[in-house]
């Protein structure tokens, strides 16, 4: 189909390029014949009727003069005089046509002396030709003569020949068609035949053969085909079945595996390596490495072990689809004569071992820190009382203080860590009950009177005027509060003030602490809920504060589905809150 169309459309554009072309030809040789004419005869009328301008009556001799020459030259003649009366016309009255002075084949006449237009006569209502000529006499122009043709004649052989164009183009194309349509098949006959024989071949039916009989070049590619059909078969049955194997053992392997080939194109990606690395096995296989590994030091990697042909190890942090510890074994494929024919790349995803790892070597270190400043004190402590100072009641007795104060320490520094440690290992074991709101601020008040009459500080509640109900451990939850007031009191300023506010929101009970204490630094905020992290460790301490309450409140509250978050300004104070559901709608608030 092809070779038809374009047969068919070489023939009709050759032909009408041809045919536009001698038509326009003939249209502008008609007009130029046409305006010559006029011209010439234009030329004779002036001269005749140039010396009646002068006569006494110009009208009557013009438009009898007119008439005769209309007849002779078979025009329409028209005599104006200078103000664009009509004195004579071959056709029409003159005394019943208007002014002709502003039109367009006068006007040009005036500047120019010849004026040829070709428009619509508004007296006959036909397609027409004009030529107007200016009448001079005595330096001056005197009149006009016009002539006139119609060239609907014109008009309609051309209509004729462009039906003849037409006609000649159909006749074309339909013998352009059959032609075309006879040679392309004799040529297209045994590419069609080999394109059936080739499309049995891949969809997997190496039976199929050629036969073709001709010695030229169509021949030639259907004994190569013939041949290609009977390697193939021998291949792919090889092919199949190592492939099948290699499949079944990476579809079920932990490890990600890649290979790839030279170019760096992607040949496959089991499922592991695709869950890895947050891509599609299916839609990677043919691309660039480069344009579905979003880990830029993994791509280079393997760039470079393609280009340099040697294998790599290394360990590698990967962000997408989310954050984990990679270990990568990169090795080359070699074929024959040690050809580079890519690499497989195998990734072990060691995320859990090296969190594991992280966990256990900050944790040992903290509480070893933690440890060692008590520790020290009370041996030092002790020994000074050992080495004579018992001998005086009084630095005995401040030492024996000291030594009361740090053992405290440790004593709080190991509840929490046993509580952290109970939490951990119950963390799905949380005691879901109803909380009674009054109960617990009630409560709270007690606990901390001591505290804030010590620490000279103002604590206030405030809460809801119904009673309130909120879901969750009662104890968990009034350790989370004990330990954010702990904190609010311990960091505010003689004077300062700590505002505890339950408040009834669609999303459930808000419990907020706030304090105008000493506030935290924004870049501090996101590691305040680590374990052992302080702010101020030095402050921290001489409070008596284990670095560990942020984080007890951080892991109740994710046993409880809930959130802690902080908001604080430095040198202002900050406002810790979380949610947990409830069972009343919004109502006014009561301060006590």
């Known amino acids: 189909m092809k070779f038809t169309v374009g047969f068919v459309a070489l023939a009709l554009i050759s032909m009408l390029v041809s045919g536009v072309y001698l038509i326009n030809v003939l249209d502008n040789y008609f007009m130029d014949s046409l305006r010559g004419k006029l011209l010439v005869e234009a030329k004779l009328v002036r001269e005749m009727v140039i010396y009646e301008y002068d006569t006494q009556k110009p009208s009557t001799t013009m438009d009898e003069l007119a008439g005769k020459l209309g007849k002779v030259t078979s025009t329409r003649i028209t005599v104006i005089d200078a103000d664009g009366v009509v004195l004579g016309d071959s056709q029409e009255e003159p005394s019943q046509m208007e002014n002709h002075l502003e039109r367009p084949e006068i006007q040009q006449a005036i500047s120019d002396g010849v004026g040829i237009v070709e428009r619509e006569s508004t007296t006959l209502n036909t397609e027409m030709m004009y030529l107007a000529l200016a009448v001079k006499k005595d330096g001056g122009i005197k009149g006009f003569v016009r002539l006139a043709l119609p060239i609907t004649e014109i008009t309609m052989t051309l209509s004729r020949l462009w039906i003849m164009l037409f006609t000649a183009l159909l006749l074309a194309i339909v013998l352009a068609g059959v032609l075309g349509f006879k040679l392309a098949q004799r040529l297209t006959k045994p590419i069609q035949e080999m394109t059936v024989a080739a499309q049995k071949i891949a969809g997997g039916d190496f039976s ?95 760039a470079t072990a393609l280009k340099m042909g040697k294998a790599i190890k290394e360990e590698l942090l990967i962000l997408v689809p989310y954050e984990k510890n990679v270990q990568l074994n990169i090795t080359p494929i070699t074929g024959r004569e040690d050809s580079n024919l890519g690499a ?249």
């Open 208 to 302: 199929l053969r050629t036969y073709t009989t001709s010695q030229d070049e169509i021949g030639v590619l259907g004994q190569a085909l013939n041949q290609m059909a009977q390697q193939l078969k021998e291949t792919i049955d090889e092919v199949t079945t190592g492939k099948s194997k290699l499949e079944s053992v990476l579809a079920n392997m932990v490890s990600g595996v890649i290979f790839l080939r030279q170019d760096g194109r992607v040949e496959l990606i089991n499922p592991a390596a695709g869950q890895i690395l947050g891509i599609n096995p299916i839609l990677s296989g043919g691309r660039q490495q480069v344009e579905i590994i979003r880990n830029y030091q993994l791509s280079t990697l393997i």
């Open 344 to 592: 497989v790349v195998v990734l072990h995803d060691i995320t859990d071992f090296r969190k594991l790892e992280r966990m256990r070597t900050d944790f040992v270190a903290n509480v070893s820190h933690e440890l060692k400043t008590p520790v020290t004190s009370l041996k030092g402590y002790a020994e000074t009382l050992l080495d004579g100072a018992l001998d005086d009641p009084e630095i005995a007795r401040e030492f024996v203080k000291i030594i009361l104060t740090e053992s405290e320490r440790l004593r709080i520094l190991i509840d929490d860590l046993l509580e952290l440690s109970k939490m951990e290992s119950t963390a799905n074991q949380v005691m879901r009950q109803e909380i009674n709101i009054d109960a617990l601020i009630g409560s709270l008040k007690v606990k901390f009177k001591p505290q804030v009459e010590e620490r000279q500080v103002e604590l206030e509640f405030t809460r809801p005027e119904h009673q309130l109900i909120a879901m969750g451990d009662n104890s968990m939850i009034e350790q989370v509060l004990t330990n954010l007031i702990d904190n609010a009191i311990k960091y505010s300023p003689v004077g300062g003030k700590v505002k505890l506010a339950v408040s009834d929101q669609a999303e459930g009970i808000l419990f907020e602490v706030i304090d105008t204490g000493l506030g935290i630094p924004e870049q501090e905020l996101i590691r305040i809920f680590e374990r052992f992290y302080r702010v101020d460790k030095g402050r921290s301490r001489k409070l008596g504060g284990t670095g560990l309450g942020l984080a007890i409140v951080k892991h109740i509250l994710e046993t409880h589905g809930s959130q802690i978050k902080v908001e604080s300004t430095l040198g202002r104070g900050s406002r810790f809150y979380f949610t947990l559901p409830n069972t009343h709608a919004p109502l006014g608030h009561k301060q006590s």
